[in-house]
């Protein structure tokens, strides 16, 4: 994995979590890599003692763009509350959970945080809090010297001693205008874009750039999508920047455009993958075809397809009864309904289904096309 390629797939690198680690990327560090960073996405590279860090900023703000090891809206509000305490906090000072505890709920005390109140005798919030400690501290905010998460979340008796690294401060970047009047995060992204320069040429590129590097697919929206447009006039550029920085291919086709990863590419978070649901669903893209194919699904002008919650019910339960001999464990023994929602959540992360709620009905996107499995003739012949 070259240089680019860990800095794009990763937070970033805590010199004190892996100093080989954080040594590496700085001594690969070239200008190429430097100058495309900078100039064709936009972004700040922090090199600094303690971290090395790109800061990706979305060129389109998505939902599957948040930390994927939270579940809730109250983990962000104890992640926020948590960076609050750390700042005020030095490199190797050493605190306890219940202080950190008590200070969470006098500063809170008087703060309207709307439908959510602050309540650690409460086992969820416990639990969340927990999920929130090891998130930071695998991020390499704080170490853990004496205690254990899990007996805190059982009860609130449990102390836990930590000790402040430092790079907690490096977490959040600083916003080029006041956050504070933001109620959602579309508001802070449009006072981002007022604050960049006025070279509106250069602001496109970058935002193009960041769509097609941080994001699944970029679709074509309407046949006055400028983002679009700029993508398959300049594809040649653009593939030759993506063969130089990722060794891979640009696709662009009629209504969406994205990154074709090489096979000995291995990121985290793209599909296909080696994850058991990332099958799962590849079958599903394939009865897709096969449904458009025999006339049963017909597709829009924009080559997105329509169904109903009963359709795509049913199309889960053939391809359950179809496959499922092959799928793991877990999947096996999962019931239709379970696995309903699996299907929709890992879908609409990689944008290749959406919820229409005021028709409750679902749009299957142009991706699900792209992308098809079949196990082998000896499965299919033995099924």
């Known amino acids: 994995m070259t240089t680019f390629?860990?800095?794009?797939?990763?937070?970033?690198?805590?010199k004190d979590l892996n100093s080989d680690e954080y040594n590496s990327i700085k001594q690969d560090l070239d200008t190429e890599t430097q100058n495309f960073i900078k100039n064709k996405l936009g972004y700040k590279l922090i090199v600094n003692p303690y971290i090395i860090k790109m800061e990706k900023i979305p060129g389109k703000p998505q939902s599957f763009m948040g930390i994927d090891k939270f579940n809730s809206k109250l983990e962000y509000i104890f992640l926020c509350?948590?960076?609050?305490?750390?700042?005020?906090?030095?490199?190797?000072?050493?605190?306890?959970?219940?202080?950190?505890?008590?200070?969470?709920?006098?500063?809170t005390a008087e703060v309207d945080l709307q439908e959510i109140k602050i309540d650690f005798t409460q086992y969820p919030q416990r639990k969340a809090m927990v999920n929130v400690l090891r998130f930071i501290k695998e991020m390499g905010f704080i170490i853990m010297y004496d205690g254990d998460e899990s007996k805190f979340a059982e009860n609130i008796e449990n102390d836990i001693l930590y000790e402040v690294t430092g790079v907690s401060k490096y977490f959040m970047r600083n916003f080029s205008s006041n956050i504070t009047d933001c109620n959602l995060y579309t508001d802070i992204y449009e006072n981002e874009q007022l604050g960049l320069e006025q070279d509106k040429g250069k602001e496109r590129r970058q935002r193009i750039y960041r769509r097609l590097f941080t994001e699944n697919v970029v679709y074509k929206e309407d046949s006055e999508d400028q983002d679009y447009n700029y993508i398959r006039n300049y594809r040649g550029i653009i593939n030759q920047d993506v063969d130089k920085m990722l060794e891979s291919t640009l696709e662009v086709h009629k209504n969406?455009?994205?990154?074709l990863l090489?096979?000995?590419?291995?990121?985290?978070?793209?599909?296909?993958?080696?994850k058991a649901i990332s099958d799962v669903v590849s079958f599903i893209n394939t009865l897709i075809v096969e449904n458009v194919k025999?006339?049963?699904y017909k597709k829009n002008i924009d080559d997105t397809i329509n169904i109903s919650e009963i359709q795509l019910a049913k199309l889960v339960r053939t391809v359950k009864d179809r496959y499922n001999r092959?799928?793991?464990?877990?999947?096996r023994?999962?019931?239709?309904?379970?696995?309903?929602?699996e299907i929709v959540n890992y879908m609409e992360q990689f944008d290749m289904l959406r919820y229409n709620q005021e028709n409750r009905e679902y749009t299957i996107m142009p991706m699900c096309f792209k992308i098809i499995g079949k196990?082998?003739?000896?499965?299919e012949n033995n099924n």
Request: hydrophobic fraction near 35%; glycine fraction near 6%; charge should be negative.
């Open 5 to 14: 390629e860990k800095l794009l797939e990763n937070y970033w690198f805590v």
């Open 375 to 379: 196990y082998p003739q000896s499965f």
């Open 333 to 341: 023994e999962m019931t239709e309904e379970k696995l309903l929602v």
């Open 294 to 296: 025999n006339n049963e």
């Open 81 to 107: 509350l948590i960076l609050i305490y750390l700042e005020e906090r030095t490199r190797g000072e050493q605190f306890i959970l219940s202080g950190l505890i008590d200070y969470i709920q006098n500063l």
């Open 326 to 331: 092959g799928f793991s464990k877990e999947f």
């Open 256 to 259: 969406g455009a994205y990154i």
């Open 262 to 274: 090489t096979e000995n590419k291995n990121f985290k978070n793209t599909f296909p993958s080696n």
